[in-house]
């Protein structure tokens, strides 16, 4: 039987929860985390151990809710992503860009928002939502907040291409006043 749109995109928002979990997990040498080289050094003597009572008692779901635009995850040929986490300070921005792919940005504390090119209205996020980029489109994250922003930002890209290309402002900085009623 066929499986329709939202069957699609159930299995696409599934996909990326389960690879944030499984991200979460992975140790060195699993899930394109890179295994220590031999010769590494070993962890700093102050550091504070692992036990059962800090590590966490298994998956934790850092955020759940419904992407609000149609998901197409398709590709010429194999893709590379990356699943990191990157905290903002308050007020900062990660610069106007676009991607080879698509990005799908969690905000998993604090406050942020996205503004895109040709809709330039800010969307805020709320802790736990997420914000699909397609490939191409020029974008901006920002921490509206007074505390710094967690983010987790996956990508699914084509090979061997740069991850990110800066681009201008796409949007106005501020937006511009009303005109005054005749």
């Given amino acids: 039987m066929p499986v329709g749109r939202t069957g699609r995109v159930g299995r696409v928002v599934t996909g990326f929860a389960f ?5 979460g997990c992975a140790q060195p040498g699993q899930l394109g985390h890179p295994a220590p080289a031999p010769e590494a050094a070993p962890a700093a003597p ?5 036990t059962a009572a800090s590590a966490p008692a298994g998956p934790q779901t850092v955020g759940r809710g419904v992407v609000d635009v149609p998901l197409r995850f398709r590709t010429p040929a194999p893709a590379d992503y990356a699943v990191r986490t990157l905290d903002l300070a308050p007020g900062a921005a990660l610069g106007w860009e676009t991607h080879p792919g698509t990005e799908l940005t969690l905000l998993a504390a604090g406050q942020a928002a996205v503004q895109e090119a040709g ?14 980029v397609g490939e191409g489109v020029a974008h901006v994250v920002r921490n509206t ?14 090979q061997g291409v740069p991850e990110a290309t800066q681009v201008p402002p796409a ?3 501020e937006p511009p006043a009303a005109a005054p009623a005749p």
């Fill in 46 to 50: 102050d550091a504070a151990p692992i």
């Fill in 19 to 23: 690879v944030l979990a499984l991200a």
């Fill in 145 to 158: 907040g007074t505390a710094p922003a967690r983010l987790v930002v996956t990508t699914f890209l084509a």
């Fill in 171 to 173: 949007c106005p900085e």
């Fill in 119 to 132: 809709a330039c209205a800010p969307r805020v996020l709320a802790p736990g939502e997420v914000a699909a």
